[in-house]
């Protein structure tokens, strides 16, 4: 049976998911930004579908990117060196998450993406821990990606592309983004073929937990990324 959870922030400990690749931990509280926060420092998130409770998952093994793996195919080389594109941070972080719900997805009716989700994260957002990196291509916001910083620990959330390459371009700017501010980590919670194809790989549990021990209380207070330290990073590199 699956806990519920009480009013304070305590979840149940992680060895009591269910054992299957997503780890269903828990049901119920809220999406404040306080149960948000305390839910990744411990390896856990939300996840859930319109009309059914929030439920909380920490899998294991977990699907992880560390900024220096990112792979970059040579194609993908060209397009960072040479497409007309610019990178911003923060300037649109509602915009993504929005069109990031739109996206569909194989094998989803819906998205997971609900208002109430978009709320939250949009209050995370104020507070200076949810984060956006979006591709612009003459004025238009053409794919992104957002997430949750605490510490020098990163967690994916979802991205999106309108353009070939889009998404990949702000992952590429974001690994490069998270190298020069320190992070050690980007969280990317289930394995999937295209994610590995990027170069993100599993990693149990009891590893990944630890590795956020050692990475959330450190880093750089929340607050607004800016653009200028990777401004131009992959232009003229070979």
């Given at each position: 049976?699956?806990?519920?959870?009480?009013?304070?922030?305590?979840?149940?400990?992680?060895?009591?998911?269910?054992?299957?690749?997503?780890?269903?931990?828990?049901?119920?509280?809220?999406?404040?930004?306080?149960?948000?926060?305390?839910?990744y420092?411990?390896?856990?998130?939300?996840?859930?579908?319109?009309?059914?409770p929030?439920?909380?998952?920490?899998?294991?093994?977990r699907?992880?990117l560390?900024?220096?793996?990112?792979?970059?195919?040579r194609?993908?080389?060209?397009?960072?060196?040479?497409?007309?594109?610019?990178?911003?941070?923060?300037?649109?972080?509602?915009?993504?998450?929005?069109?990031?719900?739109?996206?569909?997805?194989?094998?989803?009716?819906?998205t997971?993406?609900?208002?109430?989700?978009?709320?939250?994260?949009?209050?995370?957002?104020?507070?200076?821990?949810?984060?956006?990196?979006?591709?612009?291509?003459?004025?238009?916001?053409?794919?992104?990606l957002?997430?949750?910083?605490?510490?020098?620990?990163?967690?994916?959330?979802?991205?999106?592309?309108?353009?070939?390459?889009?998404?990949?371009?702000?992952?590429?700017?974001?690994?490069?983004?998270l190298?020069?501010?320190?992070?050690?980590?980007?969280?990317?919670?289930?394995?999937?073929?295209?994610?590995?194809?990027?170069?993100?790989?599993?990693?149990s549990?009891?590893?990944?937990?630890?590795?956020?021990?050692?990475?959330?209380?450190v880093?750089?207070?929340?607050?607004?990324?800016?653009?200028?330290?990777?401004?131009?990073?992959?232009?003229?590199?070979?």
């Amino acid at each position: 049976m699956i806990p519920w959870l009480p009013d304070d922030c305590v979840f149940p400990p992680l060895d009591t998911a269910l054992a299957d690749p997503n780890g269903l931990l828990a049901a119920g509280g809220d999406l404040s930004p306080v149960r948000i926060i305390a839910a990744y420092r411990r390896g856990i998130f939300p996840w859930y579908s319109l009309g059914e409770p929030i439920l909380w998952w920490s899998p294991d093994p977990r699907m992880v990117l560390f900024p220096d793996d990112l792979t970059i195919s040579r194609s993908l080389g060209k397009t960072l060196r040479n497409a007309p594109y610019e990178v911003r941070l923060d300037t649109a972080f509602t915009r993504v998450v929005a069109a990031c719900a739109d996206v569909p997805r194989d094998g989803q009716a819906g998205t997971w993406i609900t208002r109430e989700m978009q709320a939250a994260y949009s209050r995370l957002h104020a507070l200076g821990h949810g984060h956006s990196v979006e591709v612009w291509i003459d004025g238009e916001l053409v794919g992104g990606l957002y997430g949750i910083a605490i510490g020098s620990a990163f967690y994916g959330e979802s991205m999106f592309s309108r353009q070939r390459d889009a998404s990949k371009i702000a992952l590429a700017h974001l690994c490069a983004h998270l190298k020069h501010r320190g992070f050690g980590i980007i969280d990317c919670q289930m394995e999937t073929r295209h994610l590995a194809s990027l170069g993100a790989r599993p990693i149990s549990r009891r590893d990944f937990v630890a590795r956020l021990d050692a990475l959330c209380p450190v880093g750089d207070p929340p607050g607004k990324w800016a653009v200028d330290a990777i401004d131009g990073y992959f232009r003229g590199r070979r």
